[in-house]
């Protein structure tokens, strides 16, 4: 029996900022864009981005009641909609307009790594190639790899340039951009590109980070923060967040008229993932680019998290098998665990499989006796990893204690780097010591929920941290004779985290018979205060 089909996918997204009046031509840019669209480029926006154009370009006044040019409502524009419905499309269009009508001076665009950012490039090339109204307009087209420019007169006098940047955290720093274009932002894994970027606007009244995206998981920092935010302030609308956490005001208009502009088509939590109805929710362009015979094929044959990441742009948050008891993972979180100034330190090191992620995490005994495990940076390059350590040794006395794996991961590799930094002392965690670190840290866990445990069992505590919380909802486990390790491959996220925190517990906990702790090794007792510690996660 066929399936029936909605006739499109839904043009309004399922979460988004209110505007703060009813849009029209004097109230949004939209509408100029959408025009300039059809009318200088001739193309034809489909529904959903002619809705995000017109909704993400509000205005802060309408026309005619403010001397100047209207300024835009936000500084910061996050959309995000299932693969392949159009988002760079769109982009560009919003690129060229502001080139050429808008006449701003830079544009800067940014994605996950420099040929997919110099794609889009040359496709707004293209489209201006295609328009001979503006094709005539073409100061310099400048191709070289690395250093893509384009640069026309927007009339006036005004050269308006459009370039590509690394995602780093150089791409942009000492330039003034006008607007920002981040395509892929699920892909940002630290806030490196993110601080560099979009601080070139600071010095722009109307300056415009412009980000699209599909959704993320666990790695992906900036979108997970900036999407929470936007939650909260909106009130939650998916029920993920705790009441004390949802920005509440008196006054609503304030709150709807924060800098931040959030639009998000994603199919509801809990929707049933093989309805077409549920599909609609993602793929506003349903009906259009993409057959519904489409989805339905790649519902029965990808993996569940990849569709409902990739088709129905749901935050995939844990699947399969939970490494702990029910409710031991969240029975050990504490938001008020700290690590007693006495107590020594014990960091460790880990690496993802793809050599992506770097996870440094430390371990310590509370006061009470118990321990407590944190993340303190989460990195994209294993190269980081050294400095981190040089930069931060003195103000712990002179050393620092670091457990790495010693062979069979990609962490093995920088144990000769760690070696030499004067005053870090690496110990291997290898044979014995990495299996007996897992159950112990298994069981550390474990005796928070147990109610049979003994008030002298030792257990671990951990405050709320999305990087640790994720590796410790959907670690699997590789089974070693009679023992067991963390499995990263086989884990659906990132489990570098976890294993750093494993591996210093390990070792702050005496299951390293031939390296016990040297509590004489001097320390500074403010060290882990100067890390910010409160924060979710140290990014570097």
Not at 210 to 221: E, L
Not at 421 to 429: N, Q, T
Request: net charge negative.
């Amino acid at each position: 029996m066929g399936a029936t089909f909605p006739k499109f996918g839904r043009t309004e997204p399922r979460i988004f900022t209110p505007p703060l009046r009813p849009l029209t031509h004097q109230t949004s840019l939209g509408f100029a864009v959408i025009e300039f669209s059809r009318e200088i480029l001739g193309v034809e926006l489909l529904p959903w981005q002619e809705w995000l154009l017109i909704h993400a370009l509000e205005l802060q006044k309408p026309m005619g009641t403010h001397l100047g040019p209207p300024r835009l409502r936000f500084r910061t524009v996050l959309a995000l909609v299932g693969r392949q419905n159009g988002k760079s499309h769109v982009t560009r269009v919003m690129i060229l307009f502001f080139m050429y009508i808008r006449q701003v001076s830079l544009i800067i665009g940014m994605a996950q790594s420099l040929s997919i950012a110099e794609a889009l490039w040359e496709q707004a090339v293209d489209m201006i190639l295609d328009s001979q109204a503006l094709a005539d307009d073409i100061i310099k087209i400048h191709r070289a790899n690395g250093g893509k420019r384009l640069i026309v007169d927007a009339g006036d006098g005004i050269r308006a340039e459009y370039k590509v940047e690394s995602a780093s955290r150089r791409g942009g720093r000492g330039l003034s951009g006008d607007v920002i274009v981040m395509d892929e932002l699920r892909e940002q894994s630290t806030w490196d590109a993110w601080s560099a970027v979009t601080k070139t606007i600071l010095t722009r009244a109307d300056g415009l980070v412009w980000c699209i995206t599909n959704a993320g998981d666990s790695s992906s920092v900036v979108l997970e923060y900036l999407r929470d935010m936007a939650h909260k302030m909106l009130g939650d609308p998916d029920g993920r967040f705790d009441d004390d956490t949802i920005l509440q005001s008196d006054d609503d208009d304030e709150m709807v008229s924060a800098s931040l502009g959030f639009f998000e088509w994603s199919a509801p939590p809990g929707a049933d993932p093989a309805d077409p109805e549920t599909w609609a929710y993602a793929n506003p362009a349903a009906g259009y680019l993409i057959e519904w015979s489409s989805l339905r094929d790649s519902q029965l044959t990808d993996p569940e998290d990849v569709f409902l990441t990739e088709c129905l742009c749901q935050w995939v948050v844990n699947l399969g098998t939970k490494p702990f008891p029910e409710g031991a993972w969240e029975a050990s979180l504490d938001p008020m665990s700290t690590i007693d100034d006495g107590s020594p330190l014990v960091f460790g090191v880990d690496v993802s499989p793809d050599r992506k992620h770097c996870a440094i995490s430390v371990c310590g005994q509370r006061s009470d006796g118990d321990f407590h495990v944190e993340l303190v940076a989460y990195m994209s390059r294993m190269s980081m990893v050294e400095g981190w350590f040089r930069r931060r040794v003195d103000s712990y006395g002179g050393h620092m204690l670091v457990c790495v794996q010693g062979r069979g991961c990609p962490a093995s590799a920088l144990v000769s780097s760690l070696n030499a930094v004067p005053g870090v002392d690496v110990v291997l965690c290898q044979g014995p010591a990495l299996t007996a670190s897992c159950g112990a840290f298994f069981d550390a866990v474990s005796a928070c929920v147990d109610e049979d445990a003994s008030a002298d069992e030792i257990r671990v505590f951990h405050l709320a941290q999305p990087g640790l919380d994720l590796a410790a909802e959907c670690a699997q486990k590789k089974v070693l004779g009679d023992s067991w390790v963390w499995d990263r491959k086989s884990s659906r996220e990132d489990l570098s985290p976890l294993c750093a925190a494993t591996w210093a517990f390990g070792y702050a906990s005496g299951i390293y018979d031939d390296a016990p702790i040297d509590t004489e090794k001097p320390r500074h007792e403010s060290a882990m205060k100067q890390e910010g510690r409160r924060r979710a996660v140290l990014f570097v």
